[in-house]
């Protein structure tokens, strides 16, 4: 079932997602660290190191959002990474922060559809996402288009949400997540369908095994999954 931000709008999730990111694309980075208590960059952190013995010269960030990932990706030494994204609102708050960083050499970031990719076959060494599996319409369709993209033996590591499970952290999470977390997003970023959808995704998005499950179906290869921070999160790593 796709889970929808705007339930009262007749449009597709695509676009529902495109408007929501667009509207807090300003508060988007403060609400994230704020919110992760700024636990979401050691996360990132960790992601990209688990590409460090491949050193891929080519990476692509799927929905790159404000180029955090991307940015953090350049601890690989890569020649170049290409952040895609379907929010102009976010990809604007991202190139804005590379020009202060000095990186538009480096990283550029692209607006396009994370499940019809730009790219010819067997383009890139990696590609990675933070965050945003999640919000695809059709989670089968984008996966096999990373596959797609990727280089015979390229890597893919996908960060994304999960739900923990040990008691009593399950429960303190699940009380944060469906009722702090609304609260302090809609007052910062003035939008409650936007921190109500998060949960919501969370919630209904296949983690764990059932993630790695439809890894295989697609045709990715050697899939791990590795829980962060008891469970909150998940790195899931495969390979072509």
Request: net charge positive.
């Amino acid at each position: 079932m796709n889970v929808l931000p705007y339930k009262d709008k007749n449009t597709t999730k695509k676009e529902q997602i495109a408007a929501m990111f667009n509207s807090i694309s300003g508060k988007y980075d403060f609400l994230n660290h704020f919110l992760s208590l700024g636990i979401d960059i050691l996360w990132r952190k960790r992601a990209v190191r688990l590409l460090k013995k491949h050193q891929p010269k080519l990476i692509l960030d799927i929905a790159t959002g404000t180029g955090d990932f991307a940015i953090e990706a350049l601890s690989l030494n890569p020649e170049k990474i290409i952040g895609v994204d379907i929010s102009e609102g976010m990809l604007s708050v991202g190139r804005e922060k590379l020009i202060k960083k000095n990186l538009t050499d480096k990283i550029e970031l692209l607006s396009g559809d994370s499940e019809v990719l730009p790219f010819e076959d067997n383009f890139f060494d990696a590609v990675i996402v933070s965050f945003g599996v999640r919000n695809f319409e059709n989670l089968e369709k984008g996966l096999s288009d990373m596959l797609r993209v990727l280089k015979p033996e390229g890597k893919v590591v996908i960060l994304e949400f999960s739900k923990p499970k040990s008691f009593p952290f399950k429960q303190i999470y699940q009380f944060y997540f469906q009722w702090i977390l609304p609260k302090i997003g809609k007052l910062i970023s003035k939008n409650q369908a936007a921190y109500s959808y998060l949960p919501d995704s969370v919630e209904s998005f296949p983690d764990g095994d059932d993630f790695l499950s439809i890894l295989n179906k697609i045709g990715f290869q050697k899939n791990q999954c590795t829980p962060l921070t008891l469970g909150i999160s998940s790195i899931y790593s495969g390979s072509k």
